[in-house]
């Protein structure tokens, strides 16, 4: 199942890099081991060449497990340098410590000098002071205080490392220069700039995208609501319409059109001028009406290539942007990575 979410971020994500000159490319996050399966990847790669991104469209795809060794390494360097260090605590004593069940970890091992062990995992020791503030191409400059921010586990007892760590190490190691994923990850951001700063690295410029909504305001789940791409391509959505519908969800083109050509979209659109907004997805009906009339405008349109300047896999969209550009099981999309062209 891919969800209509991970594939407007991910045409966000094409848009983009195309304007930039860039080169999309997949990562799948899998990680974890119990959330991983071969057939849910090519399900993920079906969907996108369904859209328009087949194999000549992107880079990759990549798997982060690849760079288990990466992961380590940073993990190491970190502890080394004194930004990390492990922990024994349950969560059962950190609640009995601090009485409340809602409270994040209160840094009772920050200082202990413990070495690897069972049952330790490693936490990065955020700062105690100062503000981490994220520069987003739709929000503004969000600021969050680095008292607040607790001391997040970056590996796990068993070694392996979570995904804030496995995703700073493989976009600073692919040279990511933007990230574009949806708003429920914004909490995640200063997290991940710490990481990126702690390793030495200059973080990116983020985008985070408005949830998409039903017709009672919710966020869309796959529990109650048709959340995936493959449901709307049995039914005989045309991939045209089902692309013109998802890039309109949040975004608007010029002349308050509904049925705009893929040129004049990627002509177009600029993420800043995304709304922040919840974008609805009761325009619905809107997708099905365009059908038979992108199938007319088909030869008039340009196809997909044409560029200008649950639980399933993660999967991880980035794109390398030229020089001249400024600067799992459910999908997370990236954008950009440097060309070295």
Not at 34 to 41: D, F
Not at 101 to 127: S, T, V
Not at 129 to 144: A, S, Y
Not at 164 to 193: C, F, W, Y
Request: hydrophobic fraction near 35%.
């Amino acid at each position: 199942m891919f969800h209509v979410g991970g594939a407007r971020s991910a045409l966000f994500n094409w848009v983009m890099a195309a304007q930039s000159g860039g080169t999309l490319v997949l990562r799948i996050e899998d990680t974890d081991a119990s959330r991983n399966s071969p057939e849910w990847t090519e399900g993920i790669i079906r969907a996108l060449a369904w859209l328009g991104m087949d194999g000549e469209q992107y880079e990759g795809p990549y798997f982060q497990s690849a760079n288990a060794d990466k992961h380590a390494e940073a993990a190491h360097t970190l502890r080394d340098a004194g930004r990390a260090y492990y922990c024994d605590c349950t969560r059962e004593a950190v609640i009995a410590r601090t009485g409340d069940q809602h409270k994040g970890y209160d840094g009772f091992c920050r200082d202990r000098g413990l070495e690897p062990g069972p049952g330790r995992a490693l936490r990065f020791r955020a700062p105690d002071e100062g503000q981490t503030t994220v520069v987003d191409l739709l929000r503004g400059k969000p600021v969050f205080e680095n008292a607040v921010i607790e001391d997040f586990v970056i590996a796990r007892a068993d070694g392996s490392v979570t995904f804030l760590l496995a995703n700073a190490v493989d976009d600073m190691s692919q040279g990511i220069t933007h990230v574009v994923r949806g708003e429920e990850h914004l909490s995640n951001a200063p997290k991940q700039q710490l990481l990126w700063e702690a390793l030495g690295g200059e973080p990116p410029v983020w985008a985070h995208v408005p949830v998409i909504v039903n017709e009672k305001r919710q966020k869309l789940s796959k529990r109650r609501d048709k959340v995936a791409l493959e449901d709307y391509r049995a039914e005989g959505y045309l991939a045209e319409a089902m692309r013109n519908y998802l890039m309109l969800l949040g975004w608007a083109p010029s002349g308050d059109r509904e049925i705009v050509p893929w040129d004049v979209i990627v002509d177009e659109f600029r993420i800043d001028d995304v709304n922040t907004s919840p974008a609805s997805s009761t325009r619905r009906s809107s997708a099905r009406s365009t059908a038979s009339t992108s199938a007319r405008c088909r030869s008039r349109s340009s196809s997909p290539n044409a560029s200008r300047s649950s639980r399933r896999p993660r999967s991880t969209w980035t794109s390398r942007s030229s020089p001249s550009s400024h600067r799992s099981r459910r999908p997370a999309w990236r954008c950009c990575r440097r060309s070295s062209r």
